[in-house]
């Protein structure tokens, strides 16, 4: 077939050319430490990527878990207005007396269930009476002096305000006491 014999006069392939000389052990040392100081570069170059990676999925995480969490935000808010009609719907039937009485019962047990439902879709209520007052979670509408409630504090509560996991929905608008004027 086309087999050729070698020729002992034939260089080895892995052989020097001739009139070459084999490196000296002090090259051959620093290619190794070059070899060795690009296989450390590449080790932590492939750390800080899995590291980021970690990161990028954390953070993918928390995201996705904050979009689930307040997906229904508006819709929520949305029914706000309907909490509102209800509770005040609930203080006119109870002014008129037994005439209204089994529409406020009505009204009260519908009034619990929707208040079940959003405290179970992470809904809260703020209902400031008497605390002192916060503008990170109420809507100062006015002042008015108080000998009976201390200054900043609030003094009643116009309409509550709700929250959605911490986050304020909408605030709760009161009336701030402040000190009454020296005579």
């Not at 090259?27 to 590449?42: D, G, P, V």
């Not at 009204?107 to 929707?114: A, D, E, G, S, V």
């Not at 009476?129 to 003094?155: K, Y």
Request: hydrophobic share 40%; charged share 25%.
């Amino acid at each position: 077939m086309n087999d050729i014999p070698e020729t002992p006069d034939a260089p080895a392939p892995d052989a020097a050319p001739e009139g070459s000389q084999s490196p000296t052990p002090e090259a051959l040392q620093a290619r190794i430490e070059t070899l060795e100081n690009e296989a450390q570069t590449a080790r932590e170059a492939q750390l800080r990527a899995m590291a980021e990676l970690e990161n990028t999925r954390r953070r993918l995480e928390r995201d996705a878990q904050n979009t689930l969490k307040f997906a229904n935000e508006k819709l929520i808010g949305d029914l706000l207005a309907v909490c509102d009609s209800l509770e005040l719907g609930l203080k006119a039937a109870a002014e008129a007396g037994e005439s209204g009485k089994a529409l406020a019962d009505g009204m009260q047990l519908t009034w619990r269930q929707l208040m079940s439902v959003l405290e179970k879709h992470g809904v809260r209520q703020v209902d400031p009476s008497g605390q002192p007052f916060n503008p990170d979670f109420h809507q100062a509408m006015t002042m008015v002096e108080s000998a009976d409630v201390a200054p900043n504090h609030v003094l009643s509560v116009m309409q509550k305000g709700y929250t959605l996991h911490e986050r304020l929905l909408r605030p709760a608008m009161v009336v701030v006491a402040k000190a009454p004027a020296a005579s």
